[in-house]
């Protein structure tokens, strides 16, 4: 599998995001773990924007 450098930059914010949540949970901060959290999802979706954009190809299966 070979991830370009922003996608290898991307997956590692999404899992430093994924820890950080996880840590403020067990320290007792739900609503700044929860806030936290969802940046993951959000993180990941920008890395598919990103990578479609890099290979030209969009929903509907034909390349620019």
């Not at 899992?15 to 739900?30: D, F």
Request: some cysteine; hydrophobic content about 45%.
């Amino acid at each position: 599998m070979n991830l370009t450098r922003s996608e290898i930059f991307f997956n590692l914010a999404a899992i430093v995001s994924l820890i950080t949540s996880i840590v403020s949970w067990c320290l007792g901060y739900h609503l700044s773990a929860i806030f936290i959290g969802i940046w993951v999802p959000s993180i990941i979706g920008w890395m598919n924007f990103f990578s479609g954009k890099d290979t030209g190809h969009h929903r509907g299966g034909q390349p620019n």
